[in-house]
């Protein structure tokens, strides 16, 4: 072979060589990567409508306690009951005085056929000339006083059947219950303890509702979120497996941050809540913290 064949066959490879490291003319850049989410914020789990707080509506001693840390209650369950010895005191003298008023009207009106019919006689005998004006008039006065007593029976019946209601309201007042079905997470007191409303929460309760987060979205993804976006949740102490939730509300209103630590950006920071739902079941916690990242839909 030549040299001027081995030059042209070393050129024909070069500019092959050459044409493969060149991109086409026609093909496309690569498509940006999809970012994993459009915002991130802390959160808190929490139960919807919040945690039950039972608090005594009246002063007393604790006489018992029906139920302990732990228990399933349903709405209306009693959970404790006060000392009702002075009430129920109170609730049998107001049966006793209603009675008492029950039975004087029972014999009130027992007088009044017999009032009725003496005052019809002696109108009829006065208009016969039987008997005197006088007397017919004094027989229909005895009836009016009579039905005047037999009204004052009856406002006492109704005052004693208002003073047994206000016994019995007393009693149930000193027995607190369960106003919503939950299980019992706290009971802060003991029999024989004096209670008061001013003594704060003697019972806590965690409702049978569905677990929430209360995220706390910044002002600078506040534009980037709305209702019926998705997201995962994680713990911010053991991320694990992420949670599926979706955005239900989110609020009108800037407020100052709850879950930063330092409390220099408590302090700066203005933040929007928004609530999250759980699109399936979940082990978190009530007051567990959590990080919350918002994907794109």
Do not use: W
């Amino acid at each position: 072979m030549n040299k001027t064949l081995i030059f042209l066959f070393a050129a024909s490879i070069t500019a092959l060589l050459g044409a493969c490291g060149k991109p086409a003319a026609n093909t496309a850049p690569p498509a940006a990567a999809t970012p994993p989410f459009v915002a991130i914020a802390r959160g808190r789990v929490d139960v919807q409508g919040g945690l039950v707080h039972v608090a005594a509506a009246r002063d007393g001693i604790v006489a018992e306690l029906l139920k302990a840390v732990g228990d399933d209650v349903t709405a209306g369950e009693a959970l404790m009951t006060l000392d009702t010895t002075q009430v129920r005191i109170a609730l049998d003298a107001a049966k006793a005085e209603l009675n008492a008023a029950i039975a004087q009207g029972t014999l009130l009106r027992a007088k009044r056929p017999g009032f009725k019919q003496r005052a019809a006689r002696m109108s009829e005998a006065a208009a016969a000339g039987a008997a005197t004006g006088q007397a017919a008039d004094d027989a229909t006065q005895a009836l009016a006083e009579l039905e005047a007593e037999i009204a004052v029976a009856d406002a006492n019946i109704a005052t004693a059947q208002q003073k047994v209601r206000q016994a019995e309201y007393e009693i149930e007042a000193r027995i607190l219950r369960a106003p919503v079905p939950g299980r019992i997470i706290v009971r802060a007191t003991h029999i024989g303890d004096v209670v008061s409303p001013s003594s704060g929460e003697l019972i806590e309760l965690l409702p049978d509702a569905p677990r929430i987060v209360r995220a706390e979205l910044n002002e600078g993804f506040v534009s980037k979120v709305r209702e019926g976006m998705n997201a995962e949740i994680t713990s911010e102490a053991d991320p694990g497996t992420p949670q599926r939730a979706r955005v239900i509300r989110i609020s009108e209103v800037f407020g100052a941050s709850t879950l930063n630590e330092s409390a220099q950006e408590a302090t700066d920071a203005r933040d929007v809540e928004c609530i999250l739902e759980f699109l399936s079941n979940n082990d978190f916690r009530i007051g567990q913290r959590v990080q919350v990242r918002f994907l794109p839909n």
